[in-house]
């Protein structure tokens, strides 16, 4: 029996459900959210305390429209609510000089003539005298970029769609959904809820709640690591306020990983926050059966990596902690209506690199579920280019394609 009808449900409040709910909340609609979890936990793909924000998109030139309205998103949210979200430090992008991230991020800069440098090995060097790249390295140097704080942002867009009036349910795990003539029905482990529409914006837990879609989803167990820096005389650093530094990524010399890494945000105890994108390090998994624990053979293999690029990085890790990524194969996002029920809006497979996007992506669910539409261009995002079925219903798809 049905026990609330409401407007809109969206399903997951993390990274993007909250982003979600606050826009549809904004606009006017009855909306409903439901998260298996508390606010901002750390269970999913949004905690860790930082994610770094880019425009020179190696992944794509395409991506940088998005990424300008994503930057005043983010400015926006932090003049509505007062939270401070977004910090500008700086951003470099290594590697050879035929490199995907080097050649990538000086195409997308060239395309949108973004303001950036190009640096040699002794450039990066004569900047920053803790990194100590190969001899061959290049790198793009970004001003524009920085870094966000995760649960601070979920925090302020679960508290604005709290105070527009959105109804948002913790601790309440969706057990299942399903299409109905006129709407929806969402099943819970406590009650059920009928809507005109659903957005379904499970992260990691997308491969179960679209099971029967098939995407070719696959959920990837991430550590971030903390480490320290040592601060010895034999170091030649005094403390870390010598430890000037930006957002930075490199890619290996075999181009099979990068290793990224954040300034000493959280002060001297804080560690510098450390991870490696792809590579054999990283291991599968499903979002119910992920290992939490970090062995200590991951974090000697990191460090060691790491002392590679920052030679003055200690062999004591402050703390690790583990994460999720949700890949699709080709790294994309999955955004749009469902291929098979036009009343839900599905938004997954972010691949690692989704967070700066939320305030953007937000206004693009919201889009679809008022307009069937956006203006935004999400068209590489269409759900359907994963599917193998060819007899898909792709007449009516709503996104204008780039
Ligand atoms: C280690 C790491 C580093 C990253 N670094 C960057 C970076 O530097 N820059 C960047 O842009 N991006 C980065 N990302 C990617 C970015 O964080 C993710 O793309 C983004 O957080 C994914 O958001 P999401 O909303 O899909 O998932 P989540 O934020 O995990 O939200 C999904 C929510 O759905 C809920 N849920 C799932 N199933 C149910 C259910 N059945 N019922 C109710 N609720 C449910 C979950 O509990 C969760 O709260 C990184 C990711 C990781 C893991």
């Known amino acids: 029996m049905v026990s609330r009808s409401a407007g809109v ?5 993390g990274s993007f459900g909250s982003a979600t709910a606050a826009e549809l909340a904004g606009r006017g609609l009855d909306v409903v959210g439901l998260e298996t979890f508390g606010p901002a936990h750390d269970q999913g793909s949004g905690h860790g305390g930082s994610r770094i924000i880019r425009q020179s998109y190696f992944e794509g030139a395409d991506y940088v429209p998005l990424l300008r309205s994503a930057y005043a998103g983010w400015r926006r949210l932090e003049e509505r609510t007062g939270a401070q979200l977004l910090t500008l430090c700086g951003g470099l992008y290594i590697g050879s000089e035929t490199s995907p991230i080097f050649a990538g991020a000086c195409a997308a800069a060239q395309r949108w003539e973004l303001p950036h440098e190009v640096l040699d090995a002794d450039g990066i060097r004569a900047r920053f005298p803790v990194l100590a790249p190969a001899d061959d390295a290049m790198a793009v140097w970004e001003e524009n970029a920085g870094y966000l704080r995760p649960e601070a ?3 302020a867009h679960l508290d604005l769609a709290t105070e527009r009036g959105a ?22 482990e406590q009650q059920n809820y009928a809507a005109d529409r659903l957005v379904i914006t499970a992260g990691a837990w997308a491969p179960v709640l679209l099971r029967d879609l098939g995407l070719p989803l696959i959920v990837q167990r991430q550590v971030m690591y903390w480490l320290q820096p040592e601060f010895t005389a034999a170091s030649g650093y005094r403390d870390y306020t ?3 530094l930006p957002v930075y990524i490199e890619e290996s010399a075999s181009r099979d990983h990068q290793i990224y890494g954040f300034p000493m945000i959280d002060g001297p105890d804080g560690g510098l926050k450390i991870g490696i994108h792809h590579g054999s390090i990283i291991r599968e998994s499903t979002a119910d059966d992920l290992d939490r624990t970090v062995s200590d053979a991951e974090i000697a293999a990191v460090t060691e990596r790491a002392q ?19 890949m699709t194969p080709d790294e994309d996002f999955v955004v749009g209506r469902h291929p098979d029920h036009d009343r839900v809006i599905i938004a997954c497979g972010f691949s690692g690199h989704g967070f700066k996007f939320v305030p953007v992506i937000g ?4 889009d679809l579920v008022q307009h069937g539409a956006t203006g935004h261009p999400v068209g590489m995002f269409d759900p359907c280019r994963m599917l193998s079925s060819s007899d898909r219903d792709r007449t009516g798809w709503p996104l204008q394609s780039r």
């Open 9 to 13: 449900i969206v399903i997951g409040l």
């Open 153 to 155: 942002a979920i925090r």
């Open 167 to 188: 109804e948002l349910h913790f601790g309440e795990r969706v057990m299942d959904w399903r299409a109905t003539h006129d709407g929806v029905e969402v099943i819970t």
């Open 242 to 244: 010598d430890w000037r």
């Open 308 to 326: 590679q690029l920052l030679p003055a990085i200690g062999a004591r890790p402050v703390r690790a902690k583990v994460c999720m990524y949700t």
């Open 363 to 366: 206004e693009v669910l919201a």
